[in-house]
Structures are given as structure tokens and as C-alpha cells.
């Protein structure tokens, strides 16, 4: 079969399901009726051809795609995911959401190691060979910060506010390294050992306290994401990755683990990383991402030309475990429908979700409602603040909401 007659089926086909869709979907791009069978539909001729261009070592892009993360100038430093740009569940790690207490230090993997000492059988040092001849995992995961996303708890936030501005310190990759249960057995743990100091090599000297549990659990020192080495801003040449914990715990550039039988009550889980509440006190290691879930399509600042179906998409995530249920409502939070949600479905991972939605005109409110697999559902704004206080630090993760108005443009939250 020659090029051409292969190429002219793949039209073909590809015109019929087009066709297909626009029976059952009621699209109309050029003024006719829905049921105009697409008469106007016409084979563009095929004169030119696009001359190619010769390959190259290192792909990129099309150029008439322009991703890009918002970079914050601020001395730490963030990096916001564009979640609007997304398909699917990962992230391209060259738009994974970055935070960096003190910089980006370039760490040379052949002076990289890992102590791992306290109380241990056998303190032991590892190389980032010694991590690597271990049999590896990998497993895909969300990371989020848990400063992400305090946009309309407190307040009308703005309403020019993207996808990427609101949540964009979240991030799927499939990362790929040694689980901690692993490295424990290799060391030897002893019995009285109930947390673990986890310590990053970089100038921000962070370091958590971390439930044993946990690394027995599905704790993972991960150096490879998304198929090739875990980039700097990640953590090259190696990561503490917790999945499900908040992302400061997710300690990057990890040279030092150390067991004992309290938390070591670091600044970063003391002065920071703690929830003030109501009534005067402080949620203190409060380490697991509740579930959450926010639409990217349609949002901030797309406009809506035309009436009809639509398709509404987002991700929703649950560090307890996966997704069980989105609900939808376009109606400012009077029904909810059920949403499908998008295989796969993993545990503490992006899933992303759908619903064709059918757009008369009116202005309305679109809003998405997460629960997890443990029954946990995704609280109201009022609900949080009524549960934290309005003091509340960290783990924003109230309903979002759009507001669409009859010309088609889309905001953030209620403003109707
Ligand atoms: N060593 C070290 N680990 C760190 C940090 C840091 O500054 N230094 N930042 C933490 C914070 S606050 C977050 S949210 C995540 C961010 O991970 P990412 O930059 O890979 O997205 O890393 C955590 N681990
Ligand atoms: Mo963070």
C-alpha cells in the first residue's frame, strides 16, 4: 500500500468519526443546522507539502506551543505548574511546579551519598551506585505544596486568576528509586525507632521528621523521574519522595536520615508547616494532602464563543489513596453530577476527569467536588474556615469555583 492511498484512508476515517461526532455532539462551526450532516465538509486540496527539517538529538516542542511556568523572583523561590496546558495526568518535568528554600544547589552524583544512622543495627553510608543496585520501583505520584491554593478562602479572591496562579505548586511524575523499607532492612531498624530525620544537602537546610511507618509503608529515595534522571530543580541526584505527604516533607538532595523514637521538632515543622486554629492553638505534622480537585477547562481566561457542548475537565488528587468520585455542578452548587473519571486511577495521583456540558447562555457558576477512596470529601470554603479558623496556614483545599457569564467569560470564583 503506498503512502497516499494509506493517508487518504486515514482521512477518511478520521472525517467520518468527525462527522459522527458532530451528529451526536450538535457542533456547529459554520452556521447550519446541527443535523446538516456536514454537507460543507470538504477535503482541503493537497498541493503543498510541508518540507521537514532534520532530527534532532533533543526534541522540543511545536513551536506553536508555548507552556511555560510562572517563575516568582522572591528569594526562595516558586516555579507554578501551567495546569491549564496539561492532558492527562503527568507533568512535563520542565514544567513540574518548583520550591526551593535556598536555590538550586549542582550536586556532582559522584560525591552524592546518604548516611542513614541513629538507631540502627548498622549506621550505613550509601553512594548513588550503592541506591541504584537495589531492585527499583516506580510509581506515579502527585507532589504538592501545602502553601498551595489560598486563593478564596479568605475573601473574594481576583478574578483574572488562572489554573496555574490558584494551584499551580502541584505536579504529577512517575518517579523511580529505592523504597525506604528497603534501605531499613539493609540497616537494620531497631525496635524502640519510631520517626526518621529526613535532611536535605542545600544551603535551606531542610529537614522533617517523618513517622516510621511511612517508610515502611511506600516511601521511596528516588532518582529517576519520568524516565530519566530526577532534574536538578527536583532534587539531583536523589529525593526523599513520601507520597501523599505535603511537599516540604519531600525532602530534595537527601544526604542524611536518622531514626529515633520522637520527632526532632525542626524549624520547618515548628515555626513553619504548622496550622494555626481556632481557639489558640497549632495543628502540628498535619503531613497528608487532603483531597481536592479543580477544574482547567473551561477557566480563567478562556471566553466561551459558542453555545452548546462543552467539555468540562480538571484533576482531582487525595493523598490518602485514589480518587473514588468528582461531581460536577454547573449550576452554582444546587445539583451535582458525576463526572468520568479518566483511567488510570491511581493512589495518590493526579486523576483526571470529565463532563460534556451543554451551555445555553446563562450566566452560571461551575464548581468540582473530590472524594477519596477512604470517604473523605472535598470541604466548602465555609466549611474549612469553620473547621480552621481564619488564622488557617497551609492545606487550602476548598472548593474552587468558575463563574461564567453570558458573554462567554470565564472567572474566578462566585460572582454571581
Ligand atoms: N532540601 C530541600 N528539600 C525540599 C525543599 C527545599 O527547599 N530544600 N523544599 C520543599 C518544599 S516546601 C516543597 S513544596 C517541595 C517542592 O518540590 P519540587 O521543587 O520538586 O516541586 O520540596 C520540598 N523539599
Ligand atoms: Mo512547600
Redesign the pocket.
Known sequence: MSDRSEHSISRRTALSGLIGGAGALAFRSDGQDSDGQGQNVERPEDTTRVPGEPARPIGQRSPFETPHRIVSTSP?GV?RSPLQDFRGIITPSDL???????GIPAIDPSRYSLLIHGMVERPTVFTLDDLKRFPSVSRVHF??????GSPGLRGAPPANRTPQEIDG?V?TSEWTGVPLATLFNEVGVRANASWFLA????A?A?GRSIPLEKGWDDALIAYGQNGEAI?P???YPA?LLVPGY?????????RRMELSDQPFMTR?ETSK?TDPLKGERTRMFSLVMDAKSLITYPSFPVRLNERGWHGITGVAWSGRGRIARVEISVDRGETWRDALLQEPILSKCFTRFQLMWQWQGETTVLMSRATDETGYVQPTAAALREARGVGTRYHYNHIRAWTVSQDGTVEFGVRV
Open positions: 526562595g516555579s513540574h511546579y518548583e520550591r526551593h528554600h535556598a507532589l504538592e505544596c501545602s502553601g498551595n505548586l505536579s535532611e536535605g544537602m542545600d535551606g531542610m532534574r530543580e527536583q532534587g529525593r505535603e511537599g516540604s516533607a519531600n525532602v530534595k538532595w537527601i520547618n508547616y
